[in-house]
Structure formats: C-alpha cells, structure tokens
C-alpha cells in the first residue's frame, strides 16, 4: 500500500486553483456582461483572458516556470485583473460608439484617450511587486514565482488592451441600438435602468460630498483609526495550517523500555486510532530500532514509536485535519508514561510553531531553566505537544587521558582514540574476494570485551618505542550519563522547549511566551531566543513591510513620471489607506489572522486600488484641459468614470471570492490573501469614488491660492 504520496495533494491543489481560475473567469464575463449588456462586447473581453494566460504560458516557459502551486495561485490571483485594462478601453470605445461615433473613430479615440491611463496603472501593479521579488528568506521563495506569473499575465493584458480589443471592436462591435431586434430586452432595461439610476444617485451623493468635504474626509478617518484598532483581535500567524489528509505523531516511552512493552503501546494506540478516527483510511506503525533511511522517520531507540494515518479526502470528512489531532491528543494524554509530537510532513520549515532556545555553555543549567519555562507553559491553554530537545540521557564510559603520562611515553590523545576507535567500532584490515565480489573484513574486539568496562581498562596501546601499556595507565575509564544528542546553532550549545498550537494564534502565544521569560530568573550569561515559526513570522512581517513602503514609493514615481505631476499622484496614494479600512474589517469578519499571505495582499492592493484613482484623475484632468470649470469637471469625471471603475473592481473582486472560500486542497494557503485584497479593493472602491475627488478639489484650489500669492509677488 501507498501510505503517502504527495504528489496527490500537490496534483489536487493544483486542480483546485484551475478550478478557482475557471470559476474566477465565469464570473469576470458575467460581469462584464451585466454592465455592458452587449453580448459582443463580452465575448472580446472574454478573448482578453484566456490570450493573455496563453501568452503568459510561453514566457514563462522562456523563463524556465513550472506549473506548481504558486505559479498556478498567481494565474488564479491574475484573471480578475486581466481584463482591467480591456474593460477600460471596451468601456470607453463603447461610450464613444453610443454617442454615435464611427466604428473606426471611435474604436482610435477610445483607446488613445485611456492608453495612458491603463499603461499606468498596469506598470504600478507590476511595481508594487518588485520588492516582494528582494524578500529574502522562505517568504520570498514562496512569493517569487507567483509575482513574476502575474507580472508575466498583466504584461500580456495590457498589449492585448491597447491592440487586440480596439482591433476587434472595429470590426464587430455594435451597440443595443444598431442590434435592432435585441435578446432579453426586458432584463437589459431593467439592467440598464438601475445603472442609469446608480449613475444619478452616485452625482447627487458626490454633489453631497463637495460640499461637505470636512464631514466625508472625518467620517473616512474614523473609520480607517478604527479598522486599526481592531488588529488585536486578527491575531498574527506565519503561514496558514494546511489540511493534508495526514497525520505524524512521534512517541516516546521511558528511555530503555523493553521491545515488548513498546509493541504493546502501539496496539493500545492502533486501537484508540480505530475508534477516534473514523476518517482514516491506513494507519502506519513503526517502532524499535531503526536504521539508515528508516530512521529519517523517526527515533531510532526500542522505546520510540512512529504513527502515521492517512484520512480520506478533505471533501468527503465533516471534521479538520487539526480537529481530529485535538481528539487525538485527549486519548492520548490519558497515556501514562508516554511522550508525543505531531509533525507535519512537507512543511517549509522542521522546526515547532515555537522553539525557545536557551543558549549556554552549561547544558544542566540550560535544561533546569528550560524545565522551569516549560511547567509554566503547560497552564496556557492553547500550546500543544510541549517538550525539550534534550531527552534524558543514557550510560557512556568515558576515557579522560592523563596528559602529563602520555606525554612522558610520547603519545597523543589522538593515539589513544583511535586504538580504542578501532578496537569498539572496528577497522577493515582486508578484503576477501569471491566470484567477482569483494566482502570487507573487519576486526575489533569480540563483543564480551567490547561491552566490559574493566576489559576496557587492559586495552593495550602501542608507544613509539614499541612498548605495549595497558589504557588504564595512560587515562582513566569512568562512568557516567550524557545527552543523546547535543544541538548547536552558530557554534552554541543550546537546550530548546518547542510546542505547537491549537485554538491560539502565532502573535498572541509569542506575546505570551515573553511574558514567561520575563518572569524566570535566568542568569544574564544565558541567552534567550524565540525561534521557530515564530521567527519565520517575525522577519518575514519585517522586510514584507519593508517591501510595502518600498512598493508605495515606487507606484507614487511610476505615477508621477506617467502625469508629469508631483500632485496628482499624492493625491491618488489616498487611496491606499482607505483599502487598509477592508483589509483588517474583511480579516474580522471572517476570523482570518494576520499572516504573511494577508501582508502580500496588502502590498498587491497598494498598486490594485490606485488603478481606479489612475482612471478618474486622468479624464478629470482632461476635461479641465477643455476648458470646463472644477467642480463640473470632477463631477462629470466622476459620473462618467463611475462604470469602469465598478467594473474593473467588480471583476477583481469576484475574480478572488473563489480562493477567498477556501474550497479544495490547499486553499488555506491562498484565502488570507484573497480576503485581504477583496476586503481593501471592495471599500477603497466605493470611498474612492468620494474621497479622491474631494481630494483633487482640496489640492487644487490650494493650489490654486499658492499661484494667486506667487503671481502678487
């Protein structure tokens, strides 16, 4: 029997982010559909999709890309946003079209007046992941094949905006009018009609708020101060746990347990397995000795015990991979004598959730104070399979050589060592050879001496002279007890308390943990480190942030270079605080914590939400160039860019609620950052269309005062 195979998860993740991609399409058409209500207009979006994942396929082809998980979760992630930049044009051609332009002139016009509008906000979504591209560390491997899909896929979008769509729309595009006789006419009416009214209630509603500016912009903080407050309930994590249909568990009995005895706690286990979990399909066993390649499973002592279960499918169970390791870990804490950890196999990372590493020269000291923080983890609900790196050691001799003896008889310690190197372990003093094969030839002492301390002590070792002298003369053989295993990091000792969790978040049991390291008195020359996922989630978050701020600045001189302006592109950067309102109200609402995934989705809506800035400013600034005064020409920009923008967000948003659902294998990976980025983009949508034209009145009329006083002096 295949106990594992994870070929099969990764085959079905894989299938699943088709799927989502599939059903992201789906729904990106009928929304284009829904606002366009034109049939052939929908179709050449339609085509922008899949051309662009087609061309997005042979670059990275070029680039040497597989298909896997990430790449396949950045196609996914991309094809709401693939036809943002053909909305944009097909909108805008289609507008000129209803107001009874040529099909030729219109399909030109259209696109030259919003070719720069679209190069622009596709160069800032590609900006905003140049800095995810330098994020070193397992957060930036995860992240770099799937930025550069996108990047690959938005590329081929935007070619395919400004050539392939007007090219088409020439040709074939008709309004509802030119249509004559028109299908579901009564649906597209009544469509059209709430579009209309939408269209009306949304310039009464800017009206409104041009002349309540400072009321609009205090509610706007309000709410972005209180979506800040509530990241002390999101809670932070690394990555998010992923349901892979299998369960580890290493156990442990007392040190030197009986073969007998260790094969009856597994059938105490294999029993308790039968009647907790329904859900498994084979369950695995190891235990006693193990060598080579078998002991990369596990513990290679007579007391070690290896469990592995397999479940079937995450589709066809009612409960969690985690929920049946919680019930797991009730039964077997009713377990005397035994110790236990759960593993995951294929994680990124071997180490805990939590590794509190106490770094110190004196190992005894190390492992009391790693006793004393490990009895005081125990009473915090939520850490699970707490233990210490550094089990209980077993008997050794020891051979301390008496230097100033040695040196009179003119050996070495290395002398000594390897005599009794070669007498306990054994050497290859020749080679037998038969019918084409060689068979080594070892020699050491017999097993009877090989086990005797005091046959030990005659071992005879060689001098320089050639004299023979007993090891007993030259050093002492000696008892005593010592740790199977010594770790060191950096060239440190160090003992370590590592547990995961279950029912608690990364951040809060870290800030928890601190507190119990404050509370322990631990001498000033041991170090303390909290290490693990911990640590992972710790850097990561750094230089993700630091990405962000990078990723900010880069979209803010893209858009700069593009308007040959300083001022209208601060004044599209509001539209990034106000995704941070969705982004921690989405996490909320769905009790999503904060991971590195989340943060990625943060940064990629830094360049999603100032496309719709991008396209408003732009026909703003180019009805004022027509001579039209400011405030009709942020209301008519606002009226008139209204449906684009709806519909470029729409997509996106929809586009992403297939992974935000976590439905399938490996949807727990992607879902925070599908939220993060549905939850911004949905409210920097709708308080873009009100606060970025308040905000180019503001500025403007500032600026406008600013030229009076200059022009006086």
């Not at 719709?612 to 400013?617: D, K, S």
């Not at 970025?692 to 006086?712: C, D, H, N, S, T």
Request: charged fraction near 20%.
């Amino acid at each position: 029997e295949v106990l594992w195979d994870q070929s099969e998860y990764i085959n079905q993740s894989i299938s699943n982010l088709g799927s989502t991609a599939l059903i992201a399409f789906l729904l990106s058409f009928l929304v284009i559909y829904f606002f366009l209500r034109n049939i052939r207009g929908s179709i050449i979006m339609g085509l922008a999709i899949p051309i662009s994942v087609v061309a997005t396929f042979a670059v990275m082809m070029l680039a040497d890309l597989t298909l896997n998980i990430v790449s396949m979760a950045g196609l996914a992630l991309a094809i709401g946003m693939l036809v943002d930049n053909s909305i944009v044009v097909l909108e805008n051609i289609y507008r000129h079209r209803e107001a009874g332009e040529p099909l030729y002139e219109s399909a030109n016009r259209g696109t030259s007046e919003v070719g720069m509008a679209i190069t622009a906000s596709t160069l800032t979504t590609i900006g905003v992941f140049l800095p995810v591209l330098f994020v070193p560390g397992i957060a930036g491997e995860l992240f770099r094949d799937m930025v550069v899909t996108i990047t690959f896929s938005l590329f081929a979008s935007l070619a395919i905006a400004l050539t392939l769509v007007p090219m088409i729309s020439s040709r074939i595009l008709r309004t509802e009018q030119e249509a004559g006789k028109r299908r579901f006419s009564k649906f597209k009416d009544r469509i059209g009609r709430f579009l209309e009214n939408l269209n009306r209630r949304y310039g009464d509603l800017l009206e409104w708020s041009l002349a309540h500016k400072r009321t609009v912009l205090l509610l706007t903080a309000v709410l972005f101060l209180l979506s800040l407050g509530l990241i002390k309930f999101i809670g932070g994590e690394f990555l998010p746990k992923t349901d892979q249909g299998f369960i580890a568990i290493d156990i442990s009995r007392e040190l030197g347990t009986p073969l007998d005895q260790t094969r009856l706690t597994v059938l105490e286990l294999e029993k308790i397995i039968k009647e907790k979990v329904p859900e498994a399909t084979h369950v695995f066993s190891r235990f006693g000795l193990t060598e080579g390649v078998a002991a990369l499973f596990g513990g290679t002592g007579s007391e070690a015990i290896n469990l592995r279960i397999r479940l079937t499918p995450m589709e066809k169970r009612h409960r969690s991979q985690f929920e049946i390791e919680d019930t797991l870990r009730k039964a077997l804490d009713k377990i005397p004598g035994i110790t236990y950890k759960f593993t995951q196999p294929g994680m990124l990372s071997t180490e805990r959730e939590i590794e509190i590493k106490i770094f110190g020269y004196n190992l005894q000291k190390s492992l009391k104070y790693a006793k004393e923080i490990e009895a005081k983890m125990k009473r915090i609900p939520g850490l699970v399979d707490i233990d210490i790196n550094m089990k209980e050691g077993g008997e050794e001799l020891r051979i301390i050589p008496n230097r100033e003896r040695l040196s009179d008889l003119k050996l070495s310690p290395l002398q000594v060592a390897q005599v009794v190197s070669n007498s306990i372990q054994g050497t290859v003093a020749a080679r037998y050879h038969e019918a084409g094969d060689e068979y080594d030839i070892k020699v050491r002492l017999d097993k009877p001496f090989r086990r005797s301390k005091e046959a030990l002590k005659y071992l005879m070792i060689p001098t320089s002279t050639g004299k023979m002298v007993q090891l007993q003369q030259v050093a002492q053989v000696v008892e005593g007890e010592a740790p199977t295993t010594i770790y060191r990091e950096n060239q440190e000792r160090y003992v370590s308390v590592g547990c995961d969790l279950s029912g608690i978040d990364l951040t809060t049991a870290v800030g928890k943990i601190k507190q119990i390291i404050k509370s322990t008195a631990i001498p000033s020359d041991f170090q303390v480190v909290i290490g693990g996922s911990a640590e992972d989630q710790r850097e990561s978050f750094r230089y993700i942030t630091i990405a962000f701020f990078a990723a900010v600045l880069l979209v803010y001189m893209i858009m700069a270079s593009q308007f040959e302006s300083l001022m209208d592109p601060f004044i599209i950067m509001f539209t990034v605080p106000l995704s941070i309102i969705g982004v921690f109200l989405a996490l909320f609402i769905t009790g999503t914590t904060l991971s590195v995934m989340a943060l990625v989705g943060i940064v990629m809506l830094a360049g999603i939400v100032v496309n719709n800035g991008i396209v408003m400013v732009d026909y703003i600034n180019q009805l004022r160039r027509q001579g039209k005064p400011l405030y009709e020409a942020v209301v008519e920009g606002g009226k008139v860019r209204m449906r684009p923008v709806l519909m470029t967000a729409t997509t996106t948003i929809l586009g992403m609620v297939p992974l935000a659902l976590e439905l399938g294998s490996g949807s727990e990976t992607w879902a925070p950052l599908a939220r993060a980025v549905i939850g911004g983009l949905t409210t920097s949508t709708f308080l873009t269309l009100l606060v970025i034209p308040i905000m180019y009145v503001i500025f403007e009329q500032l600026g406008e005062k600013v030229r009076k006083k200059f022009a006086r002096i």
